[in-house]
């Protein structure tokens, strides 16, 4: 079994469209304050280029995991 942990982060765009940045791989041992802190500066930052422009303020963020199991068929 594979189990993959994402952390996905939700923002709000200058022109109201939501816009979701995913890291894959994430620590599941992240807490809320630490996730705040990293949005808070990709938004100070400007470092990601959107079609809905800049980011500026934080929708919400979650954690998702994902267990996958894998058959050998015969």
């Known amino acids: 079994m594979a189990t993959v942990v994402t952390l996905e982060m939700d923002f709000m765009t200058e022109l109201s469209k939501l816009q979701r940045l ?3 791989n994430a620590k ?15 938004i100070s930052e ?3 280029n959107t ?3 800049e980011l500026i303020s934080k929708s919400g963020a ?9 058959f050998e068929l015969v």
């Open 22 to 24: 995913r890291v894959y």
């Open 28 to 42: 599941p041992a992240l807490t809320a304050a630490q996730i705040s802190t990293a949005m808070d500066s990709i």
């Open 46 to 48: 400007n470092i990601f």
């Open 51 to 53: 079609s809905g422009g």
């Open 62 to 70: 979650r954690m998702v995991t994902k267990e996958t199991d894998e």
